[in-house]
């Protein structure tokens, strides 16, 4: 088991996840493009380093928890990035969302420099992180995943192992297809509760006292209640993979019929400004397409 837990991206997700690793008694290294989003960490008993390479370096394990492709390949090819400290026997997991056809190729680029990739998104977002019980969709080769599997329940209470690297992207593009249309079908509902003269508490009550009651209804109920929506989940990150989901369906062809529409809304939300606000602000989309 390494001790040495390299982490780079403090992001709303990536700050509770590294401080859970360092909690749980690993050694941690972090490293983050605007700097002062490692204080936090540091302060919490972190060592900061100046480069991605210089992560690349130190530690036996290097997680990203990155916005997407764009930022992964800039933290390990630009400069002083982490390929250009030549990490070849550690092992790279990727936490961050991206389509599972980018995970598939960055498996062929990392192979050939002698390093393991484990394609290892979670599913969950700011509060379980916080909590330590995030699920990992956790794929790569299945010995290298078993041996970091401590490792990776000191940010989650479960790992799921789904196959060979790629999988795991796929099975988060799945949970994401869903959760973004049950997001929107909340929405929808409850604009539709409020036009027919229904209190949104009476509304919410009905929902989560019966069959339709789930973890992410409860999660969004003040959200629903006071239409303020801080970010948990940001919209801009919804829309991205949704993104990553429709050109996945495309290339396997499924039939996602669904997916395009919540897609559209998602992406009406960013063009009014939305993008920084959690994603359940598809609601005030809904809201200014029914008659005022
Ligand atoms: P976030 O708060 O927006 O953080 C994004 C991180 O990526 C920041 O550390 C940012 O650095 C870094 N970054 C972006 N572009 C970069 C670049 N070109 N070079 C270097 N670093 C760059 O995102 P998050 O919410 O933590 O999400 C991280 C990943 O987890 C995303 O793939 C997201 O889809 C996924 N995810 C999020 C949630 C959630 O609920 N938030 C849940 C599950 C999965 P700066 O600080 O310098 O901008």
Same mark, same amino acid.
């Given at each position: 088991?390494?001790?040495?837990?390299?982490?780079?991206?403090?992001?709303?997700?990536?700050?509770?996840?590294?401080?859970?690793?360092?909690?749980?008694? *690993?050694?941690?290294?972090?490293?983050?493009?605007?700097? =002062?989003?490692?204080?936090?960490?540091?302060?919490? @008993?972190?060592?900061?380093?100046?480069?991605? &390479?210089?992560?690349?370096?130190?530690?036996?394990?290097?997680?990203?928890?990155?916005?997407?492709?764009?930022?992964?390949?800039?933290?390990?090819?630009? /400069?002083? @990035?982490?390929? $250009?400290?030549?990490?070849?026997?550690?092992?790279?997991?990727?936490?961050?969302?991206?389509? !599972?056809? *980018?995970?598939? %190729?960055?498996? +062929?680029?990392?192979?050939?420099?002698?390093?393991?990739?484990?394609?290892?998104?979670?599913?969950?977002?700011?509060? !379980?992180?916080?909590?330590?019980?995030?699920?990992?969709?956790?794929?790569?080769?299945?010995?290298?995943?078993?041996?970091? =599997? !401590?490792?990776?329940?000191?940010?989650?209470?479960?790992?799921?192992?789904?196959?060979?690297?790629?999988?795991? $992207?796929?099975?988060?593009?799945?949970?994401?297809?869903?959760?973004?249309?049950?997001?929107?079908?909340?929405?929808?509902?409850?604009?539709?509760?409020?036009?027919?003269?229904?209190?949104?508490?009476?509304?919410? /009550?009905?929902?989560?006292?019966?069959?339709?009651?789930?973890?992410?209804?409860?999660?969004?109920?003040?959200?629903?209640?006071? /239409? +303020?929506?801080?970010?948990?989940?940001?919209?801009?990150?919804?829309?991205?993979?949704?993104?990553?989901?429709? %050109?996945?369906?495309? +290339?396997? @062809?499924? $039939?996602?019929?669904?997916?395009?529409?919540?897609?559209?809304? *998602?992406?009406?939300? &960013?063009?009014?400004?939305? $993008?920084?606000? /959690?994603?359940?602000?598809?609601?005030?989309?809904?809201?200014?397409?029914?008659?005022?």
């Amino acid at each position: 088991m390494s001790h040495k837990v390299g982490f780079i991206g403090m992001g709303i997700m990536g700050q509770p996840m590294s401080r859970n690793i360092l909690k749980a008694g *690993y050694e941690v290294m972090v490293y983050n493009r605007t700097r =002062e989003k490692t204080l936090p960490l540091k302060e919490a @008993g972190a060592l900061v380093a100046e480069t991605p &390479a210089e992560v690349a370096s130190w530690a036996d394990v290097i997680i990203l928890m990155l916005t997407g492709p764009e930022a992964i390949d800039a933290v390990l090819e630009g /400069d002083r @990035g982490l390929l $250009s400290a030549n990490p070849s026997g550690k092992v790279i997991v990727n936490m961050s969302t991206v389509s !599972p056809s *980018y995970s598939v %190729q960055l498996n +062929e680029r990392l192979v050939q420099k002698g390093i393991t990739l484990l394609d290892a998104p979670v599913s969950g977002s700011k509060k !379980p992180a916080e909590e330590a019980t995030l699920i990992i969709l956790a794929s790569g080769p299945e010995q290298a995943v078993r041996q970091l =599997e !401590p490792l990776l329940l000191t940010m989650g209470k479960k790992v799921v192992y789904c196959g060979e690297a790629g999988k795991g $992207s796929s099975m988060k593009m799945m949970i994401n297809l869903l959760l973004g249309i049950m997001m929107e079908a909340l929405a929808e509902a409850i604009n539709f509760g409020l036009k027919a003269g229904l209190s949104v508490d009476a509304m919410l /009550d009905v929902v989560l006292s019966g069959p339709l009651s789930c973890g992410l209804f409860n999660l969004k109920t003040e959200m629903m209640k006071t /239409d +303020e929506f801080p970010p948990q989940f940001p919209l801009k990150h919804m829309l991205k993979d949704l993104r990553f989901v429709l %050109q996945t369906a495309d +290339e396997k @062809g499924a $039939s996602v019929p669904t997916g395009h529409t919540v897609f559209q809304l *998602y992406r009406q939300a &960013a063009g009014h400004g939305l $993008s920084e606000m /959690d994603f359940a602000a598809v609601k005030r989309v809904i809201s200014e397409m029914s008659d005022q």
